[in-house]
Nanobody
């Protein structure tokens, strides 16, 4: 069974930083692209960043240059370093993997950017 568990959310002032982490189990982690999604209240869930098993990354335009996704294939973790946070980054952030023809999600971690 695939499990994803996020940590690291919280309240931060505009311009601040947070680092999210996700630990995965139940998959051969290094083979899979890992994703971070977010969902703000009243909005659709959106893909924020992805990283392949080999370390290639992609970002949505709104976070490019501010967020960095990384992974550790020994510890089965994927992280999202978020800098220069803005109120529009406020959302629940979810770790995701597409494996065995299914989508798997963590429980989410809330990020709130407010003064």
């Amino acid at each position: 069974q695939v499990w994803l568990r996020e940590s690291g959310g919280g309240l931060v002032q505009p311009g601040g930083s947070l680092r999210l982490s996700c630990t995965a189990s139940g998959i051969n982690f290094k083979l899979y692209t890992m994703n971070w999604y977010r969902q703000a209240t009243g909005k659709q869930r959106e893909l924020v960043a992805s990283i392949t098993g080999g370390g290639s990354t992609n970002y949505t335009n709104s976070v490019m240059g501010r967020f960095t996704i990384s992974r550790n294939n020994v510890r089965n973790t994927v992280s999202l370093q978020m800098n220069s946070l803005q109120p529009e980054d406020t959302a629940a952030y979810y770790c995701n993997v597409h494996a065995s023809s299914s989508q798997f999600w963590g429980q989410g971690t809330q990020v709130t950017v407010s003064s």
